[in-house]
């Protein structure tokens, strides 16, 4: 039954979307245990793209064409899962804050974070506080991410921390924020849990967060 894991791995890392079918249709099709083929293929070749993409070896069109040839495997696998519970390692809610349209960025991280096991709700761009305060309540997710492009909306993040307090949810979640123009101290200075410079830290910075 290994034998597909390493192959489908492989075509995850090199994109070929078309193979990844097959190999996961094959896999199906011989009695692989669906989860297994998340667990023991998709994950690991998108953890080498992660790893790849931080150490600049990968860009993010390369990034974006492996989370597709992952999914088009995921969409075989899916319909095999349902009712079935697969281990989350966690929900995370991403989102952009308000004034700012930029979510690229964000969506890679989302994509990284799914690959890597967890559960996330993308909330989208121009996301006012209330939203993520509703989302906070509504989903209870381990984590809260935001993300902003501009210098001029990387304060809607401060109001967000600043809402979660007000309602006393704030405990109940670790927030973590990146975006071009953020750095550590920003995050320090705001009370934010986490920060991350790039899409591949995040998965880390989540997996670290949960773990304390």
Do not use: W
Not at 58 to 84: H, I, N, Q, T, Y
Not at 117 to 143: C, E, H, R, W
């Amino acid at each position: 039954m290994g034998k597909y894991f390493e192959e489908i791995s492989q075509n995850v890392i090199t994109a070929k979307q078309d193979k990844v079918k097959e190999l996961t249709q094959q896999a199906i099709d011989d009695g692989v245990d669906p989860v297994e083929i998340i667990n023991s293929g998709f994950i690991p070749g998108m953890n080498v793209v992660g790893i790849r993409f931080k150490a600049g070896d990968m860009f993010v069109p390369e990034v974006l064409m492996s989370a597709r040839a992952m999914a088009a495997g995921m969409d075989l696998v899916k319909p095999l899962l349902l009712g079935r519970e697969v281990p989350s390692r966690g929900k995370v809610v991403l989102g952009t804050v308000k004034g700012d349209l930029h979510d690229i960025g964000k969506n890679l991280v989302g994509m990284m974070l799914e690959s890597a096991g967890y559960t996330v709700i993308n909330l989208g761009v121009d996301v006012p506080a209330t939203k993520f305060l509703q989302a906070v309540k509504d989903s209870k997710p381990d984590i809260l991410g935001m993300s902003a492009l501009l210098t001029t909306t990387m304060l809607g993040m401060k109001d967000v921390i600043e809402l979660l307090k007000e309602e006393g949810v704030r405990e109940q979640v670790k927030v973590i924020i990146g975006g071009a123009p953020i750095s550590k101290e920003f995050a320090d200075k705001i009370g934010a849990d986490g920060y991350a410079p790039d899409a591949g830290s995040t998965t880390e910075l989540c997996h670290n967060l949960i773990a304390r």
